[in-house]
Each structure stands twice: as structure tokens, then as C-alpha cells.
């Protein structure tokens, strides 16, 4: 397979374990295992005398039980862990789609999202997320305008990375009940979802429309991307079963320890993620601070639901240089628009960190030194 480079991974891989400044990460602050096993009496025996063997394809039954309780319909069955969400990201779209089949898909957004289905030789067509005075905003009836007779697949995130922009419940019905006229398959990539700003809790994707399918995963809202494990929720039975045989060429099956400890971290799912959910609110609020200093220069597009949000920098230097050179003069690092392929002067920030305000402060020195 001919696949264009992924821009943003490119980026990190260069930058995100040697810049000591991080104000653009999307997971929220992880723990360790001993800090996880805490959450859980007798955890700890029970990890140290887990079996090391393969698990089931599909995840252990155990674990696909905890998950399904974070849904409203969904149920055990229709769960598939994987490794981590780009392992089912890939999956899904080789199991889905043929050279020529017509895609939707919300833009901008995580670049594999689309760029699997580009190489397997697609047509992509963008559904944009556009600025609005307050935020971010989609149009329905341009969803609608995209559909053609070729089309067979919807794909969504939300909360999305990089805008922060985040479907509400009606807007979800909406766009099921779009799919459902055309007769079309919704990939929602809902990684970020746990952490809600506004305390709204919404229905995941699969829990609303039969040829829905749900992506999710420990790395973000629950900070433990060292886990490595995700899962796709569908009630569409055929797409399961595919899913599973393409996980056969993949990894066959999750890291049992993993799955030990994700099960152990969603027993405890709301301690966890209102922990994070603080440290994102608490970052917000300096972040608030920071750029009602500076209007001139920033749109603060604060978000919804995740721990990330898209912003804009009025400077003269195009925004891909500002960010490199910062990196290499101070180490702090902010992820420019151009590896997701945007045009105009936004950068990604990430609240989920605890050291986020540390680094804000340095990040504002800068500013005073180089740009104001
Ligand atoms: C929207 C989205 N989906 C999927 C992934 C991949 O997640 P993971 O690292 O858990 O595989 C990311 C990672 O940044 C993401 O932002």
C-alpha cells in the first residue's frame, strides 16, 4: 500500500519526547501502574498473577463487559477491543472500502481518518468544520450535498482533533438519520469523548444507528495510552465479524496485562475522568487568563467537550515557522495547522496535562521576547 506520510505523527516523532515544553498533547495526564492499581483493592495480586497467554480475538469477556456499560444499547458482543484506535482506524476502512467507493469525511481532522481510505483509492470529499464567531460550526444541508450515488461512508470525530468540536445529541440523530435516507456506514471517532466541559453527557454514535460503528480508547479522556488498548462498538453484525478477520492480519489479539489494566481503570471510569476533567478545566481557566491579555493576537476557540481546542495567531511569520522555531530556541512545543493540512494561523493546544501552566508561562515569555 502507497500511503502518504502522516504529518502529525511525523511531527511528534521528531519533537514530542525531546521538546521539555508540551502545551499541544491530546491525552490527558497518565499515571502509573501502581498509581492505576490504587483505584482497585486486590488489583495488584491480580495483575501479578495474570496469565500471559493469548486472549480472545475480540478482547476478554471481561473487559468487553466493562466496556459496554459506558453505552445505552450497546452490549458485550458488540465490542471489539484492538490495539489502541489507529489500529481499528486502519482496520475498519481496509475491511470497508474498494478503490473508487465515495467517502465523507469531517474535515480537519486526524489525518488517518481519511488518508486510509485515499490510499486504498477513494474519492474523499471534505465535510468542513468551518470558524464561527463563537467557535467552531458544521452545515447539514452541505453534509446532504455531498452525498452521492457512490457514497458509502460518513467518517466523524467528536469530539474532533484538532477544533475541539463536539456533536451535540441532536446533531448526532441528525446525521443518523441522513445516513439512514442514503443507506450509508458512520465511522465516529469519539477517542476524546469522557471528558465533557459543558457536563452534557451525549449518546456514542453506535448507540443511535445500526450501521454506526464507535471508536474509542484508554489513551485520551483516560490519560493511559501506554496501554494500548482501543475498541470499535457496532450492533451491525457483519461488520464485526469482519473486524475480527481483519484482526487476525493485525495483532490477533490485545496484550492480556493491558487488558487486565484497562479493565481495572473503566471500573473506576467517572474517578478517573473527573480527575482529568479538573486538570483540563483548571488549564482552561490560565489559558482564558493568558489570551484575554493578548486580543490582538489570539481567537480563543475554547472547547466543548476534550482536552484539546484549535486557536488562531494573528503574527506575520506563517504559523509552521513560528512553531519550528520555537521548538528549537525554547523547546516548547504547539502543533501548527499545516500538519492537518489547514490553512490559516491556527495551532492545536492540549489541556490535559498537569505541567500545562508551567509551560504557559514559558510560552509567554517568549512571546514578550520574539512577537509583542
Ligand atoms: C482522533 C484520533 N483518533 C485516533 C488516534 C490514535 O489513538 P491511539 O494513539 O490510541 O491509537 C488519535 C491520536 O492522537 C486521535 O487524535
Redesign the pocket.
Known amino acids: 500500500m502507497m500511503i502518504n506520510d502522516f504529518k ?1 505523527e511525523v511531527f511528534f516523532g521528531e519533537h514530542e519526547f525531546t521538546a521539555p515544553y508540551l502545551l499541544a498533547q ?2 490527558c495526564e497518565s499515571m502509573t501502574v501502581k498509581e492505576l492499581l490504587e483505584y482497585e483493592p486486590g488489583a495488584e495480586v491480580g495483575l501479578i498473577n495474570s496469565w500471559l497467554g493469548y486472549t480472545e480475538v475480540p478482547g476478554s469477556p471481561e473487559l468487553r463487559e466493562t466496556i459496554s456499560k459506558l453505552y445505552r444499547t450497546i452490549e458485550a458482543g458488540d465490542i471489539i477491543v484492538h ?5 481499528p ?1 486502519f482496520n475498519f476502512a481496509n475491511m470497508l472500502l474498494s478503490k473508487g467507493d465515495h467517502v465523507i469525511c469531517q474535515f480537519p ?2 489525518q ?2 481519511y488518508e486510509v481510505a485515499n490510499a486504498i483509492g477513494c474519492n474523499v470529499s471534505r465535510w468542513e468544520i468551518r470558524q464561527a464567531d463563537n467557535g467552531w460550526a458544521v452545515d447539514f444541508e452541505e453534509l446532504e450535498r455531498l452525498i452521492k450515488p457512490s457514497t458509502k461512508l460518513i467518517c466523524l ?1 467528536s469530539p ?2 484538532p477544533t475541539g468540536y463536539t456533536l451535540t445529541e441532536e446533531e448526532i440523530k441528525r446525521i443518523a438519520d441522513i445516513a439512514q435516507k442514503h443507506n450509508l456506514y458512520v465511522f465516529c ?1 469519539e ?2 469523548k469522557g471528558v465533557e466541559l459543558d457536563g452534557i453527557s451525549r449518546p456514542w454514535f453506535a448507540d443511535v444507528y445500526e450501521k454506526g460503528v464507535s ?1 474509542g ?4 479522556a483516560y490519560g493511559l ?1 501506554g496501554l ?1 488498548i ?1 475498541w470499535v462498538a457496532t450492533k451491525d453484525k457483519e461488520i464485526q465479524s469482519k473486524l475480527i478477520k481483519m484482526k487476525h492480519y493485525t495483532s490477533i489479539c490485545s496484550s492480556s496485562t493491558s487488558e487486565f489494566l484497562a479493565n481495572v481503570a473503566l471500573k473506576h471510569s467517572n474517578t478517573i475522568l473527573e480527575r482529568n476533567r479538573k486538570i483540563i478545566l483548571k488549564n482552561l481557566n490560565a489559558a482564558d487568563t493568558f489570551f484575554s491579555k493578548y486580543p490582538q493576537i489570539f481567537k480563543n476557540n475554547k472547547p466543548v467537550a476534550g482536552p ?1 481546542a484549535f486557536h488562531k495567531m494573528n503574527i506575520d511569520i506563517p504559523i509552521d515557522q513560528f512553531c519550528n522555531q520555537m521548538i528549537k530556541e525554547k523547546g516548547i512545543l504547539l502543533l501548527p495547522a499545516t500538519v492537518f493540512d489547514y490553512k490559516g494561523q491556527y495551532f492545536r493546544m492540549g489541556y490535559g496535562r498537569s505541567k500545562f501552566i508551567d509551560n504557559l508561562k514559558i510560552f509567554e515569555e517568549y512571546l514578550l521576547e520574539k512577537i509583542i
Open positions: 502529525l491530546s491525552d490495539s489502541g484506535a489507529q489500529e482506524i481532522i486526524y488517518s481518518l470525530n474532533n482533533n471517532d477517542v476524546y471508536l480508547v484508554m489513551s485520551k495510552a494500548r482501543g484539546i
